[in-house]
């Protein structure tokens, strides 16, 4: 079965840090441009984070540059974002993507993990 399993959210502090693991199963993930989503209560769906199959194209939204990291481990089958310097607006559910065909912050990725959620409170 070809699977993405995001893990690693939980609860923390404004200014404190998560690193998000997203793995694959059933695929080879080196193959595949993954991305990061995430999706607030009330709030669409957004696009932060992409990443080609080399990792030499990235991209990230205005909101998370200089604080969020997204790199990737092939040998792994995983990709990560390191997510520093996190703020209450951070809080949401956050998701990985992967696509064969599309690379960007649009919806139009192939496959999808559950989810994992992020809160960051006091």
């Known amino acids: 079965q070809l699977q993405l399993v995001e893990s690693g959210g939980g609860l923390v502090r404004p200014g404190g840090s998560l690193r998000l693991s997203c793995a694959a199963s059933?695929?080879?993930?080196?193959?595949?441009?993954v991305a990061w989503f995430r999706q607030a209560p009330g709030k669409e769906r957004e696009g932060i984070s992409y990443?080609?199959?080399?990792?030499?194209?990235?991209s990230y939204v205005d909101s998370v540059k200089g604080r969020f990291t997204i790199s990737r481990d092939n040998a792994k089958n995983t990709v990560y974002l390191q997510m520093n310097s996190l703020k209450p607006e951070d809080t949401a559910n956050y998701y990985c993507?992967?696509?064969?065909?599309?690379?960007?912050?649009?919806?139009?990725?192939?496959?999808w993990g559950q989810g994992t959620q992020v809160t960051v409170s006091s």
């Open positions: 990443i080609n199959f080399s990792g030499r194209k990235i």
């Open positions: 059933g695929f080879t993930l080196e193959n595949y441009v």
């Open positions: 993507a992967a696509s064969k065909s599309y690379y960007g912050l649009g919806d139009l990725y192939d496959y």
